[in-house]
């Protein structure tokens, strides 16, 4: 998975956003690039996590941007990888909500979309992986990590 993210050009580095709304953007930006997603997806994004609150976050600095409202503006489904070095807080009022990881899932049907959740549960279900994640800083760090990982 982490090697497919660099092949596909579906792996975005940043510095910081600053805040959690240009971060789901930055993290939709390459599937946007490419014609996977439309931009509207991005802006059904962020206003589900408007109008639900930061439902998105999987785990403490762990972001999985996805709308299963926006699947009309999906042509393909697939998974995308950005990492921030500066991470983004979705709640000020709750320490845990926060992100520097964002796997944004863009899915066709709901049963592609419960498959590539299911994938991604696996990755993050290796905490040394997950911590070594948070220090990657570029492409060459993904590619590292997936040929020590066989991923």
């Not at 510095?15 to 939709?28: F, I, P, R, V």
């Not at 996977?36 to 600095?61: F, H, N, Q, S, W």
Request: hydrophobic share 35%.
């Amino acid at each position: 998975m982490l090697r497919e993210f660099v092949e596909s050009k579906h792996c975005a580095f940043y510095e910081e956003a600053k805040d959690w709304q240009e971060a789901l953007y930055m993290a939709c930006q390459p599937l946007i690039d490419d014609g996977t997603i439309e931009k509207e997806y991005a802006d059904d994004v962020v206003r589900c996590v408007k109008e639900y609150g930061p439902y998105i976050i999987l785990l403490p600095g762990v972001a999985m941007p996805h709308s299963s409202e926006g699947g009309q503006l999906v042509h393909k489904t697939t998974i995308s990888f950005m990492k921030l070095q500066k991470p983004v807080s979705f709640d000020d009022n709750d320490p845990d909500k926060y992100a520097d990881l964002f796997f944004t899932l863009a899915s066709c049907n709901a049963q592609e979309h419960l498959e590539d959740m299911q994938k991604l549960a696996g990755l993050l279900e290796n905490e040394e992986l997950l911590e070594e994640l948070h220090q990657v800083k570029g492409e060459e760090d993904l590619l590292q990590l997936a040929d020590k990982y066989s991923l």
